[in-house]
Antibody
Framework: VQLVQSGAEVREPGDSLKISCQGS????????IGWVRQKPGKGLEWMGMIYPGDSETIYSPSFEGQVTISVDRSTRNAYLEWSSLTASDTAIYYC???????????????WGQGTMVIVSS | DIVMTQSPVSLPVTPGEAASISCRSSQGLLNSNGYTYLDWYLQRPGQSPQLLIY???NRASGVPDRFSGSGSGTDFTLQISRVEAEDVGVYFCMQALQTPFTFGPGTRVEIK
């Protein structure tokens, strides 16, 4: 079971970007996948999550309208997308699979390796 | 949103000694299903976070038994019975009771 994320990206302010997270080794459609931001030297911020089975998506109010979370079931990929990057988007972005030990989402059991995004002119 | 706080900010420890990290939530994390939605994660330097404890007190797969989680309501504790060099990193608590899920600011554990 693993999540493999796309490689590091360097972009200029105003650019668009879509990063990916591919799940393997498990029934992809069954588990929610979340996205977590970590700015340089800072803590973890939950951005939102998506259920591949029906594409239901929940965003943190702090990120709603700033990013788009999507999924492609045919390629087993979840995506995080920006239409117009700013320098404040510079961070490492992790995808993580939610486990349901209690019968509902309760912990990020599997994490991707992270994708570093640098936005600079 | 549920606000998570942690203490201490930094924790220097001697190998072989015990260590304890506190996490508090701005509201109770007990769900009506009887489960408490509090997790602990360790982020080693340069690595992705890894799950240590889920639902307050359950060790994740492969986590050594020197790690234990306890607490209820709004007050939680992660204990390391005998710290080893590989335990160095930043420990985060996270509430999964309601969205948006929120993390504590982290506690950095370092070897003296």
């Amino acid at each position: 079971v693993q999540l493999v994320q796309s490689g590091a990206e360097v972009r200029e302010p105003g650019d668009s970007l879509k990063i990916s997270c591919q799940g393997s080794g498990y029934f992809f459609m069954k588990y929610w996948i979340g996205w977590v931001r970590q700015k340089p030297g800072k803590g973890l911020e939950w951005m939102g999550m998506i259920y591949p089975g029906d594409s239901e998506t929940i965003y943190s109010p702090s990120f709603e309208g700033q990013v788009t979370i999507s999924v492609d079931r045919s390629t087993r990929n979840a995506y995080l997308e920006w239409s117009s990057l700013t320098a404040s988007d510079t961070a490492i972005y992790y995808c993580a699979r939610l486990e349901t030990y209690s019968g509902r989402n309760d912990a990020f059991e599997i994490w991707g390796q992270g994708t570093m995004v640098i936005v600079s002119s | 949103d549920i606000v998570m706080t942690q203490s201490p900010v930094s924790l220097p420890v001697t190998p072989g000694e015990a260590a304890s990290i506190s996490c508090r939530s701005s509201q109770g994390l007990l769900n009506s299903n009887g489960y408490t939605y509090l997790d602990w994660y360790l982020q080693r330097p340069g690595q992705s976070p890894q799950l240590l404890i889920y639902l307050g007190s359950n060790r994740a797969s492969g986590v050594p038994d020197r790690f234990s989680g306890s607490g209820s309501g709004t007050d939680f504790t992660l204990q390391i019975s005998r710290v080893e060099a590989e335990d160095v990193g930043v420990y985060f608590c996270m509430q999964a009771l309601q969205t948006p899920f929120t993390f504590g600011p982290g506690t950095r554990v370092e070897i003296k």
